[in-house]
């Protein structure tokens, strides 16, 4: 007995399996909640996929769109996961700019260098109440 790959996986099944989600219930949440098109459309979670799809992924403020080249219902290596899928090359540039818009945007930002005291404490509060 033989298995052969599948015709058509549930979105959120493929979603898992090709490493966008950690969970399938983390799949599901987000398709349900807008967060996956599939052709261009909003879907439901149980909707079919098959070879050939565009997907439109958007997971944490970082959107991917990719076109669907192969069906899994197991969650296999990440080096497996992406023989699933080919990302966009407008979409890979997006995101690298998007990352380095976010770098130079907290470039400027210094962390303290230490918790404040009793005394710095006293004078956060004095000035944070006279505003």
Do not use: C
């Amino acid at each position: 007995m033989k298995k052969t790959q599948p015709d058509t996986v549930r979105l959120d099944k493929w979603l898992w399996a090709a490493r966008f989600f950690k969970t399938r219930s983390l799949a599901a949440k987000a398709v349900n909640g807008g967060k996956v098109h599939l052709n261009g459309a909003r879907t439901k979670a149980a909707r079919a996929v098959k070879a050939g799809d565009d997907l439109f992924i958007t997971r944490g403020g970082v959107e991917f769109k990719v076109k669907v080249l192969g069906l899994s219902l197991y969650r296999r290596p990440a080096v497996e996961a992406r023989l699933l899928y080919e990302e966009y090359e407008e979409s890979i540039k997006a995101r690298e700019e998007k990352r380095e818009l976010r770098r130079m945007f907290n470039a400027g930002f210094s962390s303290p260098s230490k918790k404040p005291g009793k005394r710095d404490r006293r004078k956060i509060k004095e000035f944070v109440r006279k505003g």
